[in-house]
Each structure stands twice: as structure tokens, then as C-alpha cells.
């Protein structure tokens, strides 16, 4: 499931009433069984249609590198403050995206109508020559009546000639409970094929809006069987307390890992304030010890020191 999300991590775009990708991470890191959130364009490009923002991610981190005087901010953390810029004129979308630790140097977005494109270039200097490389990426959605496409070719320009075609399509389904469905395709042009399948549902609990999605993971090595629920509950008018599970198991694989299960949960709180919102991922280990986390002196403090600020518009 989380594959969905990380086809084009250096083209991500990231904002709705309570949108980022810092909310996606805190309800199990599937962006695409939320599809109203800004955090899709990644996976599917003519999503950059349906917002205009300005977004700061990032923000509150003492550094951008190893800053390990504050236990809030984990040692090697070095994704850095970005902004990004999404809006309309005169119905064509542009988008802008600067920092975020990558190297990019361009970094953009068009979308008119059913249709988006995102862009980036990068440019990477290494410790010797031989790890200089350029980087190239292209996304290409568009929405269908039969359900929505996004398309992703990338290059690594460091000698070896890597480059990846992934897909992404989503749909309404009506499948037992479910009524929506992701497929991603990873690579078309690998040796090996992998695509994951989820279908997902959303269910009004009461001032909460719950997410589940079950669904398989296939390789050439394994058969994973996940599972995703994300909770986002109402506080108040201007905050909302988020919880997102994940589990999986290995229905068939190759060595000792067969029959392996895994599971992890995620928590973080949503703030807004008419068109500004706050998104904050709160520290699991609150309830192993409160006080220790709370207070920063135990699993690296109440949350991780970062903030994701967006004013939509």
C-alpha cells in the first residue's frame, strides 16, 4: 500500500481543509484511499487541478542537517524546509516547488481540466566525480470516466542508464464493503514485474471519518496480504486527533520470513483556522511513557520538531 506514495518522492507537490503529506503518514501512508487530499498529485498528476495553496513543510526544525543538541529532531534528519506553490489562472493550474532537501532546480506542475503534468530535474554533486548524477522525472495524469490514471517515468543519470515507467490507477468499485480501488504498477520496464492492489472504503463514525483499505502486495519473491485502517476525529471546530494502523503477512515468500507478521501505528493532530491549517505527527512512544515524551527526555520528544503550515486560497 505505501508504494503508492513513493513512486516520485522528488516530485511531490504537497493541501485541502486538512491536507498534506504529513497528515497521509499519520493514517497508515496511503494517500491514494484519501483521494480529496493534495498529497495525491504525486501519484496522480491531474489531482493539481483541484487545489490552490501555499505550503511550507518542514517548518520549526532547528536544522536542516544532524542537529542532535534537540532531542526533538532525530539525528540524520535532513529533508529541510520546502514551499510549494499551487493556483489557478485563468483555468490552467501551475505549481512551483523549492527546497525539501532534494536537489531539484526545477520542480513544477501544469494541469487544465482532466489533465496534470509535473516536472522535475535534478542535479546532484557527490564526494568524487563518479557520483555526480542528473536526475529526471515526468508525471502525466488524467482523469477518465472509467477512473483515474497517473503515469511516472524516471532517469538516473549516473552511468548505469536506470530509468523506471510506474502507473498508478484508481476507480469506484463496488466490492464487498469496498467502493473504491488502487492498482500500482512499480516498474513496467523491470525484469521482474510488482504491483500492489487495494481496495479501500471511508465510513462516517460520528464526528470521525474512518479508512479502511485491504488489499495484496505481489513481487516475484512474495505474496503480502495488508491491511490499513486511519482514523480522523473531530475535537473541536479547529482540531482533529488522527491514528493510522498497518498490518501485513506474508502468504508466500522464499526463506524463514513466511508467515511473518508486521504492524505499526502512526498518531497526529490537525489544526485550522479557516484557510490556514497545521499538521503535526505526534510521537507513538506517548503511551509507553507519557511523561518521558512529553517532556523530550525519552523517544525523542512529543512529536518530531516539524510542522507543515498550508494556506489555501
Given at each position: 500500500?505505501?508504494?503508492?506514495?513513493?513512486?516520485?518522492?522528488?516530485?511531490?507537490?504537497?493541501?485541502?481543509?486538512?491536507?498534506?503529506?504529513?497528515?497521509?503518514?499519520?493514517?497508515?501512508?496511503?494517500?491514494?484511499?484519501?483521494?480529496?487530499?493534495?498529497?495525491?498529485?504525486?501519484?496522480?498528476?491531474?489531482?493539481?487541478?483541484?487545489?490552490?495553496?501555499?505550503?511550507?513543510?518542514?517548518?520549526?526544525?532547528?536544522?536542516?542537517g544532524d542537529d542532535t543538541s534537540d532531542p526533538i529532531v532525530p539525528a540524520g534528519y535532513d529533508e529541510g524546509v520546502g514551499v510549494?506553490?499551487?493556483?489557478?489562472?485563468?483555468?490552467?493550474?501551475?505549481?512551483?516547488?523549492?527546497?525539501?532537501?532534494?536537489?531539484?532546480?526545477?520542480?513544477?506542475?501544469?494541469?487544465?481540466?482532466?489533465?496534470?503534468?509535473?516536472?522535475?530535474?535534478?542535479?546532484?554533486?557527490?564526494?568524487?566525480?563518479?557520483?555526480?548524477?542528473?536526475?529526471?522525472?515526468?508525471?502525466?495524469?488524467?482523469?477518465?470516466?472509467?477512473?483515474?490514471?497517473?503515469?511516472?517515468?524516471?532517469?538516473?543519470?549516473?552511468?548505469?542508464?536506470?530509468?523506471?515507467?510506474?502507473?498508478?490507477?484508481?476507480?469506484?468499485?463496488?466490492?464487498?464493503?469496498?467502493?473504491?480501488?488502487?492498482?500500482?504498477?512499480?516498474?513496467?520496464?523491470?525484469?521482474?514485474?510488482?504491483?500492489?492492489?487495494?481496495?479501500?472504503?471511508?465510513?462516517?463514525?460520528?464526528?470521525?471519518?474512518?479508512?479502511?483499505?485491504?488489499?495484496?502486495?505481489?513481487?516475484?519473491?512474495?505474496?503480502?496480504?495488508?491491511?490499513?485502517?486511519?482514523?480522523?476525529?473531530?475535537?473541536?471546530?479547529?482540531?482533529?486527533?488522527?491514528?493510522?494502523?498497518?498490518?501485513?503477512?506474508?502468504?508466500?515468500?522464499?526463506?524463514?520470513?513466511?508467515?511473518?507478521?508486521?504492524?505499526?501505528?502512526?498518531?497526529?493532530?490537525?489544526?485550522?483556522?479557516?484557510?490556514?491549517?497545521?499538521?503535526?505527527?505526534?510521537?507513538?512512544?506517548?503511551?509507553?511513557?507519557?511523561?518521558?515524551?512529553?517532556?523530550?527526555?525519552?523517544?525523542?520528544?512529543?512529536?518530531?520538531?516539524?510542522?507543515?503550515?498550508?494556506?489555501?486560497?
Amino acid at each position: 500500500m505505501k508504494n503508492v506514495t513513493k513512486i516520485l518522492t522528488a516530485v511531490t507537490l504537497c493541501a485541502a481543509l486538512f491536507a498534506s503529506q504529513q497528515r497521509i503518514d499519520a493514517l497508515g501512508g496511503n494517500a491514494a484511499l484519501w483521494p480529496g487530499d493534495e498529497a495525491n498529485i504525486a501519484a496522480f498528476p491531474a489531482q493539481v487541478n483541484n487545489h490552490s495553496y501555499v505550503q511550507v513543510t518542514g517548518a520549526g526544525m532547528t536544522s536542516a542537517g544532524d542537529d542532535t543538541s534537540d532531542p526533538i529532531v532525530p539525528a540524520g534528519y535532513d529533508e529541510g524546509v520546502g514551499v510549494s506553490l499551487l493556483t489557478q489562472v485563468d483555468g490552467t493550474t501551475w505549481g512551483f516547488n523549492y527546497g525539501g532537501g532534494s536537489d531539484d532546480w526545477i520542480n513544477m506542475a501544469w494541469g487544465n481540466g482532466t489533465m496534470g503534468v509535473v516536472v522535475g530535474f535534478e542535479s546532484t554533486t557527490g564526494a568524487t566525480a563518479a557520483d555526480d548524477h542528473s536526475d529526471m522525472s515526468v508525471s502525466f495524469g488524467q482523469s477518465f470516466g472509467f477512473g483515474e490514471v497517473g503515469v511516472h517515468y524516471a532517469t538516473t543519470d549516473n552511468g548505469d542508464g536506470d530509468a523506471t515507467l510506474g502507473v498508478n490507477f484508481r476507480r469506484d468499485t463496488s466490492a464487498w464493503l469496498f467502493d473504491g480501488m488502487v492498482v500500482t504498477v512499480d516498474d513496467l520496464m523491470a525484469d521482474d514485474l510488482a504491483f500492489d492492489v487495494d481496495l479501500f472504503t471511508h465510513m462516517d463514525a460520528g464526528g470521525a471519518d474512518v479508512v479502511f483499505g485491504w488489499g495484496a502486495e505481489y513481487t516475484p519473491d512474495a505474496i503480502t496480504q495488508t491491511a490499513t485502517v486511519g482514523v480522523e476525529a473531530n475535537m473541536t471546530d479547529w482540531a482533529t486527533l488522527r491514528a493510522g494502523y498497518n498490518w501485513t503477512y506474508e502468504l508466500t515468500c522464499e526463506g524463514d520470513a513466511c508467515g511473518e507478521t508486521t504492524s505499526g501505528i502512526a498518531w497526529g493532530l490537525g489544526f485550522n483556522w479557516g484557510g490556514l491549517t497545521a499538521d503535526v505527527t505526534i510521537n507513538s512512544g506517548i503511551f509507553n511513557d507519557p511523561i518521558g515524551t512529553i517532556t523530550g527526555y525519552d523517544d525523542g520528544g512529543l512529536h518530531d520538531g516539524t510542522v507543515t503550515l498550508t494556506y489555501s486560497f
